[in-house]
């Protein structure tokens, strides 16, 4: 493994990184059929798994992530695989670290996503979620992750579980995003109804070294959600995976409308609003995070 330091400390450099697109997109390209285990791939589909990674770091991300958000060993049960946790987080780091190569400066940051068990609701708790994230965290380390990504969360209770856990039990730096839909006042809130300040705040408190927001919104939104987290803590590093605009359904499928230059175009000012990782999210493609990373070079270079 070639890096040169963390990423925390690359970023205080001063220079912009370009982040990953979709997994989910490429994995149904290459065959995932629904109702089957998008994790398990990273088994038995190795290869192709790999080669999503590759197609990433070859169109300009400096860091990837893994085919990994939804192994944890609650979601896993559902496919009766919750006993090869550790197999299958292992495999999924080592595919993006092949895929990144012996290039300098190419991270792979671990995914982790929520288990889709509600503290609230009582249906799990902080202690059950503590092993359940350190387990999984525990595996990606040893597969060769960089970092560990905890994404795509709506709850506090459950990102501080997962923050705590990665750090506590891994030697990993740990990025925290978070989700979050436009009301109809215009502002922007997790479906628990978590203001992106708020989230921020619970998220460094409990050990992140870099946070932000993925999923449920194109570039131009995010524009807002990272004003606001940078308006509340300025000293903080923040990440942006943007989804490829607002999803519309035809026929059935979610169909992401962006272009690869409509996403790019709206970069300079996410940069400008305090982002310091920009990628993608859901419909997003290797072309889209060519487009990035043109943009992010001429603010580099600026």
Known sequence: MITMGRIADVLKTGKILVSDGAWGTFLHAKGLKPGECPDEWSLSHFDEVCGIAKSYFDTGADMVETNSFGANRLKLSHFGLDGKVREINEAAAKASRRAAGSAPNRYVIASVGPTGKMLVTEETTEEELYDVFGEQAGALERGGADAICVETMSDIGEAICAIKAAKENTSLEVISTFTFDKTAKGTYRTMMGVS???????????????????????????????????????????????????????????????????????????????????????????????????????????
């Open 196 to 302: 992106p300040a708020d989230a921020a705040d619970a998220a460094l408190e409990a050990g992140a070294d870099i946070i932000g927001s993925n999923c449920g919104n194109g570039m131009e939104h995010m524009v807002y959600i990272v004003r606001e987290m940078k308006t509340r803590f300025p000293e903080a590093f923040i990440l942006v995976h943007a989804n490829a605009g607002l999803p519309a359904n035809v026929d059935g499928r979610d169909i992401f409308p962006e272009t690869p230059e409509v996403t790019a175009s709206y970069v300079r000012q996410v940069i400008e609003a305090g982002a310091n990782i920009v990628g993608g999210c859901c419909g997003t493609t290797p072309a889209h995070i060519a487009a990035i990373r043109a943009e992010i070079d001429a603010y580099n270079a600026s």
